[in-house]
């Protein structure tokens, strides 16, 4: 069964600072991978993808992400924290199963500092 | 640019009550899902509704809930008689054929009291 762990339930930067949340996750098929991002009291937005083209995805407000099989890893980047991007990120997988159903990690809550 | 809707936003609820979700996906999305979120935890899978059946669910999705689409556009979600443990927001997402990437829609926040 796919899966997904985010290391770190919280993540604090100094504004201008670069971002780096963790995933890992594991499938028994190529999983296709994104990342979410949900502000207080809202829905969820997303932010970026990873389905089997590129291996470096460029997603929305400057994140992008990389996929690394090897690594079994889709950790998520952006070089310089902006106080608008706190919030809680979710990392998912999906592409097992035949609902295609997705499966999300714990979430991490990021932090900027001013 | 299109968007999953749902309704209410909010709806409070006595246990033992009744309550239908309603969710309006994308238009020529084929795939529906429902998902919960518990207060300050990760998003779980309900259950995924293709062709007119249920394609998956998870073990949260017992016989206090069922999934119609009543017509073209609605898709909703019914726990028969909800339970405190209920409380939560849930997410409606919709996808097209042969992609996985779902759009979700804003969430309702159930509160059973």
């Known amino acids: 069964a796919q899966s997904v762990t985010q290391l770190g339930s919280h993540v604090s930067v100094s504004e201008g600072a670069l971002v780096l949340l963790r995933c890992n996750y594991s499938?028994?098929?190529?999983?296709?991978l994104f990342w979410y991002v949900q502000y207080p009291n809202q829905g969820l937005q997303l932010l970026l993808k990873?389905?089997?083209?590129?291996?470096l995805v460029k997603g929305i407000n400057g994140f992008e992400a990389e996929f690394k099989k090897s690594e079994t890893s889709f950790h998520l980047t952006k070089p310089s924290a902006h106080m608008s991007d706190a919030a809680e990120y979710f990392c998912?997988?999906?592409?097992?199963?035949?609902?295609?159903?997705?499966?999300f990690g714990a979430g991490t809550r990021l932090f900027v500092k001013a | 640019e299109p968007e999953v809707t749902q309704t209410p936003s909010h709806q409070v609820t006595q246990m033992g009550q009744e309550v239908i979700l309603r969710c309006v996906p994308i238009?020529?999305?084929?795939?529906f899902y429902w998902y919960r979120q518990i207060l300050g935890q990760k998003v779980e899978f309900l259950v995924s509704?293709?062709?007119?059946?249920?394609?998956?669910k998870s073990e949260i999705f017992d016989d206090q809930f069922s999934v119609e689409r009543p017509d073209g556009s609605n898709f909703t979600l019914k726990i028969r008689s909800t339970k405190l443990e209920d409380s939560a927001m849930y997410f409606c997402?919709?996808?097209?054929?042969?992609?996985?990437?779902?759009?979700f829609g804003p969430g309702t926040r159930l509160t059973v009291t």
């Open positions: 997402a919709s996808s097209d054929r042969g992609r996985y990437e779902q759009y």
């Open positions: 499938s028994s098929v190529p999983p296709y």
């Open positions: 990873y389905t089997s083209a590129a291996t």
């Open positions: 998912a997988v999906s592409g097992e199963g035949g609902g295609f159903k997705t499966i």
């Open positions: 238009s020529n999305h084929l795939y």
């Open positions: 509704f293709y062709n007119n059946e249920i394609s998956e």
